[in-house]
Nanobody, 122 residues
């Protein structure tokens, strides 16, 4: 059982930046693909980005390409999401998740964190 804890959310103005972290409880975290998803108020959870276990491959939703960057430090059991040029439409609860395949579907991920809120003011 892998426990994931997100941190780094908060309130930021349009155009600002935040870096989210996803810390895992297990050293085996390095074998998992990790994805970030977000759930805006009143909407369904949506894919943001994912990174393979080695960090060699990444995928991004079109809405965040060029603004968000995912990375990982397996020695620290942590995945990061650097978010730049934030927009009000990025406001959501952000979740990290771990699974065994690169996918934009939440169903592909076995373990989930509790989420961290990101609010972008206009």
């Amino acid at each position: 059982q892998v426990q994931l804890v997100e941190s780094g959310g908060g309130l930021v103005q349009t155009g600002g930046s935040l870096r989210l972290s996803c810390a895992a409880s297990e050293r085996t975290f390095s074998v998992y693909t990790v994805g970030w998803f977000r759930q805006p108020p009143g909407k369904e959870r949506e894919f943001v980005t994912a990174i393979t276990s080695s960090g060699g491959s990444t995928d991004y939703a079109d809405s965040v390409k060029g603004r968000f960057t995912i990375s990982r430090d397996n020695a620290k059991n942590t995945v990061y999401l650097q978010m730049n040029s934030l927009k009000p439409e990025d406001t959501a609860n952000y979740y990290c998740a771990a699974g065994f395949s690169m996918s934009d579907s939440p169903r592909a991920y076995r373990y989930w964190g509790q989420g961290t809120q990101v609010t972008v003011s206009s």
